[in-house]
């Protein structure tokens, strides 16, 4: 089981990003993907989940319409799209497979926010 995740880097507040995750060694179409985020001195903490067939999808309430979850099953790839950013959104971020993620993280991608 692989994740590989990119897409991150310095924003100013407001600004938007967009993070890709590259996955292999599971069967991708079969898992509800997630995306999760860790902070300096935080616990990691879920952000974003999207069933299967992408027909559903849930993000924390802190980044309710501002963050959208996708999936591209073809591609085995997830991304989440990242609008209106704020210096609280700065953190590693991590995307993971399954309702209960695999012990097998990738590297993440480093999100920070400021001016």
């Known amino acids: 089981v692989q994740f590989v995740e990119s897409g991150g880097g310095l924003v100013q507040p407001g600004g938007s990003l967009t993070l890709t995750c590259l996955t292999s060694g599971f069967s991708f179409s079969s898992y509800y993907m997630s995306w999760y985020r860790q902070a300096p001195g935080k616990e990691r903490e879920w952000v974003a989940g999207?069933?299967?067939?992408?027909?559903?999808?849930y993000h924390q309430d802190s980044v309710k319409g501002r963050f959208t979850i996708s999936r591209h099953n073809a591609s085995k790839m997830v991304r989440l799209q990242m609008n209106l950013l704020k210096s609280e959104d700065t953190a590693t971020y991590y995307c993971n497979a399954g309702t209960r993620p695999f012990a097998s993280w990738g590297q993440g991608t480093q999100v920070t926010v400021s001016s």
């Open positions: 999207i069933w299967t067939n992408g027909d559903a999808t």
